[in-house]
């Protein structure tokens, strides 16, 4: 499990390296099963509206890029979400919850059970894992821009 666990976070910082202009996050719950576990992140950078959808495009082509087959997409206008899985077999979701707060998640195929140690990545900015995660509160001049992105 704990090798699993690292692959997931793996592909956490992969995602998050492929994010440009970065974005503050932190570390949510580790959940583990019987033969499973998922690691978590979430966004603290305010991600307006407007900026939404860019942030959707810039994980799902990050994941394409990475050999990721994008399994399915909710393009729900409140709350989107993006589906995909590894070629391992590790799923992953990227889900917008309230207030725009992008959540990431991955989960790890059945693996021989054993203890997991926490995710060693540091967060920056407050960690909040094992705890209720505050709504995003950091704003940055190009994500959290009320309107939209500039045509490149």
């Known amino acids: 499990m704990q090798e699993a666990a690292e692959r997931a976070d793996s592909i956490l910082e992969g995602t998050f390296r492929a994010i440009r202009p970065g974005v503050r996050w932190t570390h949510g719950e580790t959940t583990v099963g019987s033969c ?3 690691r978590r992140r979430a966004v603290m950078t305010i991600i307006s509206e407007q900026r939404r959808g860019g942030f959707l ?5 990050s994941w394409r890029k990475s ?3 994008i399994t399915s997409v909710n393009s ?3 709350f989107p979400a ?3 899985k590894s070629h391992d077999g590790f799923g ?3 889900s917008i919850g309230g207030e725009g707060q992008p959540f990431f998640e991955v989960a790890t195929p059945c693996v021989e059970k054993s203890e997991v140690a926490a995710p060693t990545a540091e967060t920056d900015g407050p960690n909040y894992a094992g705890g209720p995660i505050p709504r995003p509160d950091i704003h940055d001049d190009f994500w959290s821009a009320p309107t939209p992105p500039p045509r490149t």
């Open 36 to 38: 499973d576990l998922s």
């Open 76 to 78: 729900s206008r409140r």
């Open 82 to 84: 993006i589906y995909a």
């Open 92 to 94: 992953i979701r990227l």
């Open 67 to 69: 050999g990721y087959e």
């Open 57 to 61: 495009g810039v994980v799902e082509r």
